[in-house]
């Protein structure tokens, strides 16, 4: 008797601990490009924020760092080899491990940063290899590939989105025509749900979850709609037309105030959806063809949307209610985007990086300064950790200090 209520205490006190862990977030809390740092540097020094270290042996690749654990990690290409980096907060390497082959053609490199719960972090390569390891050994704990386990298809330039943890599922995009977004068992990698979505090929996109009423939902671009799914069942419960020359749509939608704007590039823009009271439903509010950016993504502060354009290259202050632009300004090059401490901080494709002050009228550029360690593209969206501004650029990760 003493042995079964023990075993009845262990279930009901420690297994819920494998599901309540804080996990990281593409683009930081709820996924909104908007970090909770605080009592940041107001202007940067002359030559830019100091550098407090650089890690420059990273593989090629062009996604975030995500902090977790004590730990840094982030993803690289070796050869044709994907691997994940665990460093310390001092930027020292504690350990690589594989997760398969990457996508080495055009644009070659890593493309997702890694996802980590607790003890157990996820990983998805460019050639739909989706593993998850142990997130303090590097070991592995379980494999499938999205492609020859589930259907899923190639992508021109590889798949790119990060994964969802919600609870014990972690959800993705095979972009099948049955198993078009999929849910497992995060810590068996078995399947829970699946749902056909329109049957289009993925789109680049990370899901953006959200909590609308009593329902958890997930809304993603595939090929040439927005969806929106029940993230416990997979069921799709709406969608949108949304398309653009190339089926390119990277940005993870923004919500706030019951709405979510959903935005790409190539001229497309984006267009702003109301959700009724329990996420079921959509209208559309507005549409804006100038805010078409293609993979820097965009923020919302006090009711504006803050981003850059595609075609359309200004960096712009957009109403959420209306969708009227404010105000606009081309003075930094276009390219991603987060805030924090109510800042902008801008990391352009022409390597500038940038503090800033949105106004009532205008931009306020407090500093800029250039990244000029690392090669290749300026891609990787920038993350705020602790008073600390990561700026990854090739094979560099770079921490500067942005606290006072």
């Known amino acids: 008797m003493k042995s079964y209520l023990l075993l009845i205490f262990i279930y009901i006190v420690?297994?819920?601990?494998?599901?309540?862990?804080s996990v990281t977030t593409w683009r930081g809390s709820n996924q909104s490009g908007v970090y909770p740092d605080t009592n940041l540097l107001e202007t940067w020094p002359q030559d830019g924020p100091e550098i407090l270290w650089t890690f420059e042996n990273l593989g090629v690749g062009y996604s975030s760092p995500a902090i977790a654990n004590n730990r840094i990690y982030v993803s690289g290409m070796e050869g044709s080899t994907g691997y994940v980096y665990a460093l310390t907060q001092q930027?020292?390497?504690?350990?690589?491990?594989?997760?398969?082959?990457?996508?080495?053609t055009s644009y070659p490199g890593s493309r997702s940063t890694p996802v980590i719960a607790g003890e157990h972090l996820y990983m998805l390569g460019g050639l739909g290899d989706l593993i998850c390891l142990n997130s303090h050994t590097g070991a592995s704990i379980w494999y499938k590939n999205l492609f020859k386990d589930?259907?899923?298809?190639?992508?021109?330039?590889?798949?790119?989105?990060?994964?969802?943890v919600h609870g014990d599922k972690l959800i993705c995009t095979p972009g099948g025509t049955s198993n078009n977004i999929i849910a497992l068992d995060r810590l068996t990698g078995k399947l829970l749900w699946s749902?056909?979505?329109k049957g289009e090929k993925s789109a680049y996109c990370t899901p953006l979850l959200v909590t609308v009423g009593p329902r958890n939902l997930l809304v993603t671009h595939?090929?040439?709609?927005?969806?929106?799914?029940?993230?416990?069942?997979?069921?799709?419960?709406?969608n949108y037309p949304h398309t653009n020359i190339y089926s390119i749509h990277p940005n993870t939608p923004l919500f706030y105030n019951n709405m979510v704007f959903c935005f790409s590039g190539y001229g497309q823009g984006g267009v702003m959806l109301q959700?009724?009271?329990?996420?079921?439903?959509?209208?559309?509010?507005?549409?804006?063809?100038?805010?078409?950016?293609?993979i820097g993504g965009a923020v919302v502060l006090n009711g504006k949307i803050y981003g850059s354009g595609d075609n359309n290259r200004e960096w712009q202050c957009i109403d959420w209610a209306s969708g009227n632009v404010d105000y606009s300004t081309k003075e930094?090059?276009?390219g991603a985007i987060i805030a924090a401490d109510g800042k902008l901080f801008l990391y352009s494709q022409r390597g500038e990086l940038a503090l800033v002050k949105p106004g009532n009228s205008s931009f306020e550029i407090l500093s800029e300064t250039r990244v000029r360690i690392g090669s290749?593209?300026?891609?990787?969206?920038?993350?705020?950790d602790k008073g600390r501004l990561f700026i990854r650029h090739g094979k560099a990760l770079i921490a500067y200090k942005i606290s006072q």
């Open 14 to 21: 420690f297994f819920p601990l494998a599901y309540s862990q």
């Open 91 to 104: 930027g020292k390497l504690l350990w690589k491990a594989p997760y398969g082959k990457e996508f080495s």
């Open 150 to 164: 589930f259907g899923g298809r190639e992508i021109e330039w590889g798949l790119n989105e990060t994964v969802v």
């Open 195 to 197: 749902t056909r979505g």
């Open 222 to 238: 595939t090929e040439d709609n927005i969806l929106g799914i029940d993230a416990d069942n997979g069921k799709l419960l709406w």
């Open 275 to 294: 959700l009724n009271s329990d996420g079921s439903q959509i209208t559309k509010k507005w549409i804006s063809k100038t805010m078409d950016s293609r």
């Open 332 to 334: 930094i090059g276009n």
């Open 376 to 384: 290749d593209q300026h891609w990787a969206h920038p993350v705020i």
